[in-house]
């Protein structure tokens, strides 16, 4: 009888010990997933920024673009303008 109750003892215990290590293998698990969680939030906030950012860098790029190409077009017309009115004795070549 001390045999079988020394082996249900033991089962007890190897169950709990057992259940005591299910239990702290969830735990990591959950904590290793909330902070892979955490991580991919943060690279997506990230990158969210960072594509905002370089959509308004492009922007301002193509609209210093668009003033500097009139800015040319503007003073070559204006360099034809003062040649009509001034004649032909100032001539400038394009």
Known sequence: MAFTEANIRRAHNERAASRKVREEIEAVLLE???QIHRAWEKSTS???TRATEVTDARNGI???L???AVC?????ER???LEKDYGEETSFTF
């Open 32 to 34: 290793a997933s909330n």
């Open 62 to 64: 193509q609209a210093q």
């Open 46 to 48: 990230e990158l969210a």
């Open 79 to 81: 360099f034809k303008e």
């Open 72 to 76: 040319p077009l503007s003073v070559i």
């Open 66 to 68: 668009s003033k500097v």
